[in-house]
């Protein structure tokens, strides 16, 4: 029988453990793929990135939604009905000057005390440990966000940070930074929105997101409420998706702007285009992710190579 000294039995460790690294990395590093695996990288890399935008797109408007003083009051999870006084003013009679919200969610505001300002503001939506939502979906964990002014106002900023915050089984990790900053004038709104995130699930898959968009109110400026609203979407995102045995590394670039209402949870027009980082810019394999022609549905197409796929989303 032959033995093995100790430095030879590490060196052939090493050596397979190299081995199932680079086996294991093909898909996310390979040049060409099968059709197949082709296919495969464009939708999961599809997949998370529409179900990054919906999360975030969905922070958005709750963060917007509390009430008038920091932001449009009544998006979100703050929705309520266009009559009545809706979101005229940041000092009227509702509750706490906060919009409706579910039961379970409690929200606490804590205004500055130096100056004659209430400016920074910090607003702490707590979900508990599960609270559903009209939009069907259970959230639990913190997300904070601190104001430097109310959102409408041009330069004004929201940082939001998470804190142990999942949406159904989609855990936000507490890394993951967001920023919204309006950049528009007052004539035109605008915001722009910077985001570094990372969403894990309970099996070991994930998704890497590093988001630049910019939102702009195209229609329903010269009302009073933000449900006639319409915002279009544009700019870009890159990341990395691990769905099982796939590691793929992708980047997006919004070609026809994304359309969204804050009456509607999900996008409802609008092209993106998918592909794996390292592909070639004519590739057939650059995947086109169709939201529609407007109705409020959740689901989007996937055309790669002729091939189309329904999205499904969150």
């Not at 009051?73 to 000092?91: D, P, Q, V």
Request: net charge negative.
């Amino acid at each position: 029988m032959k033995f093995f000294s100790n430095p030879t039995r590490l060196l052939i460790v090493f050596f397979l453990f190299i081995i199932l690294i680079i086996f294991s990395c093909r898909k996310e590093t390979s040049q060409t793929l099968s059709p197949q695996d082709e296919q495969l990288a464009n939708v999961a890399a599809s997949e998370s990135d529409a179900e990054a935008e919906n999360v975030f797109n969905g922070v958005f408007d709750d963060v917007m939604g509390v009430n008038a003083e920091v932001g449009m009051g009544g998006t979100g999870l703050f929705m309520r009905s266009m009559a009545g006084n809706y979101g005229i003013s940041a000092t009227d009679t509702r509750t706490n000057n906060i919009d409706p919200a579910p039961s379970c969610l409690d929200v606490t505001i804590q205004k500055s005390t130096s100056g004659t300002s209430p400016f920074p503001i910090t607003v702490t939506f707590d979900f508990g440990s599960g609270c559903l939502a009209p939009d069907g979906h259970v959230r639990k964990g913190k997300i904070i966000t601190t104001y430097t002014d109310r959102l409408l106002h041009t330069g004004a900023t929201a940082t939001i940070q998470f804190e142990d915050f999942y949406i159904d089984s989609l855990y936000i990790e507490n890394s993951t930074s967001f920023t919204i900053t309006n950049t528009g004038t007052q004539d035109r709104l605008q915001f722009t929105l910077d985001i570094h995130a990372k969403l894990s699930k309970s099996n070991g898959n994930y998704t890497e997101w590093y988001s630049h968009k910019v939102i702009t109110r195209i229609e329903g400026g010269l009302t009073i409420t933000p449900l006639d609203d319409t915002m279009q979407i544009e700019g870009n995102a890159s990341g990395k998706v691990k769905k099982n045995d796939l590691a793929v590394a992708w980047k997006a670039e919004i070609s026809d702007p994304l359309i969204k209402k804050f009456t509607c949870r999900w996008i409802s027009k609008g092209t993106v285009k998918i592909s794996r980082e390292n592909l070639s810019a004519n590739s057939q394999w650059i995947g086109s992710l169709n939201y529609g022609n407007g109705d409020c549905d959740k689901f989007a197409t996937l055309i790669i190579n002729g091939i189309t796929v329904q999205i499904t989303l969150r």
